[in-house]
């Protein structure tokens, strides 16, 4: 049997990094930006006004706070229009946020700072006079014409993985989509006779499919796409007729059972008609009965990762396995997820010489962090995993991580 980390490498080995595909910027959150960005303006195009208040001749303020001046209102430029006259000494437009600055002004005073509340009459929009009480400085409160990027300018490095700002600062200079590395297509492929799904009435020998409900989720928390198939029934022709359809539509196939030794569990069956089975079983608790091989469609291999039946078995191996290979199509950092130091509450005992995770809570104390087992550690029981911050690996050859043994702990 192979390692967890003899696994994980023959896997990554396989997977290759998705195409780049054009993406409107709505879609793009979460996805790697495949070449760099330049910069298509400058922005802001012109200088504009950081404040509502007034434009004016800085120096005409020369003197405050000793006394007031009171300049002529002469117009105002409102957001999206442009003031085609020129400010003289002495004289100021009414101003909003954001409205180019007009010409002759190289300074904006905000209504705070004059008597516009006094002097403007509610019948009447802009007052013909206005008094500022404090002096301004030149550009004060002017935003420069390309203070933030100019045109030609490289705004987004290739590689990065795009959050809400980069997708802003793309569309504040007329960019609409963005070339990333497409999302990941991953096909969930549940099987087994006595598998039903929710809203069904369950009937004894029945068992309600959680695998595709948990695995959908941790794929989708990587911003890849589940595609979600039917129960695939305990026959070879049902399987085929699945494998068929995902290895055209999907990018990778995750099955869930089928995988172990029984009569039934016929996937490595079906995957050795199809392609090559790579591997089979991992020396590791839970998830022992691991499948990985690639299956072959016209010129082309899809990866197949066949993970366990038990719930459990199937989060864990997912974790372990899928999510590296996911992130990696993606061309998204696939190093392991943040290790946590702690102090075991609880022994962990390893019965098989395979290594075991086990799932843990954490916990503070006396500015300390203590690992406490979820509970039953079976990999049917789904409760101790909902319950669970991280998984602590006890080694192959090691028979006991004990009580007070500082540990690490994978963070899920």
């Known amino acids: 049997m192979l390692s967890v980390d003899q696994a994980q490498k023959k896997i990554l080995a396989k997977i290759k990094v998705l195409p780049v595909k054009q993406t409107s910027l709505l879609e793009c959150l979460n996805q790697v930006l495949a070449k760099d960005i330049l910069s298509k303006i400058d922005v802001p195009l012109r200088n504009n006004s950081s404040m ?9 303020t020369k003197g405050l706070p000793k006394q007031g001046v009171v300049l002529d209102v002469i117009g105002e430029n409102q957001a999206g229009s442009i003031f085609k006259k020129e400010i003289k000494s002495g004289q100021a437009v009414r101003i909003m946020t954001g409205s180019v600055i007009p010409k002759g ?7 705070e700072d004059t008597d516009e509340y006094m002097r403007k009459n509610p019948t009447k929009k802009i007052p013909e006079k206005v ?13 420069k014409a390309a203070e ?31 070339p990333v590395i497409r999302k990941a297509t991953i096909a969930i492929i549940s099987s087994g006779n006595e598998i039903i799904r929710p809203p069904q009435k369950i009937k004894p020998g029945q068992v309600y499919d959680s695998n595709t409900y948990s695995i959908a989720s941790q794929i989708r928390q990587l911003g890849a796409t ?70 072959k469609k016209n010129n082309t291999q899809i990866p197949h990762l066949g993970l366990p039946g ?9 974790e372990l396995f899928a999510r590296p290979a996911i992130l990696k199509m993606m061309s998204k950092s696939f190093k392991t997820r943040d290790n946590v130091h702690a102090i075991l509450n ?31 550690q079976g990999s ?22 004990r009580k007070g043994t500082k540990v690490q702990v994978i963070k899920l």
Request: aromatic share 6%.
């Open 148 to 178: 933030d990027t100019k045109k030609g300018a490289k705004i987004l490095n290739k590689n990065t993985l795009l959050n809400p700002a980069h997708i802003g600062l793309a569309a504040s200079v007329g960019i609409e989509s963005l």
């Open 310 to 318: 038990n719930p459990v078995s199937a989060m864990v191996t997912f």
């Open 380 to 401: 049917g029981i789904l409760q101790s995993m909902s319950l669970a911050d991280g998984l602590v690996k006890c080694p192959a050859n090691k028979k006991i991580l």
């Open 226 to 295: 589940p595609k979600i198939y039917s129960i695939a029934r305990d026959t070879i022709k049902n399987i085929q007729m699945k494998l068929d359809h995902a290895s055209k539509h999907c990018d990778l196939i995750i099955s869930t059972a089928g995988v172990s030794k029984g009569d039934y569990d016929l996937f490595k069956e079906v995957v050795t008609m199809n392609g090559k089975i790579d591997f089979w079983s991992i020396r590791m608790k839970p998830g022992k009965p691991l499948m990985f091989g690639m299956i």
């Open 131 to 143: 008094e500022v009480y404090k002096a301004i400085k030149v550009n004060e409160n002017i935003r």
């Open 105 to 111: 002004a190289n300074a904006v005073v905000p209504f």
């Open 346 to 376: 609880s022994d962990i005992i390893n019965t098989d010489n395979r290594e075991v995770y086990a799932r843990v809570r954490l916990s503070n104390q006396n500015n300390k962090t203590y690992a406490t087992i979820t509970g039953n």
């Open 52 to 60: 509502d208040g007034y434009a004016i001749k800085a120096q005409d």
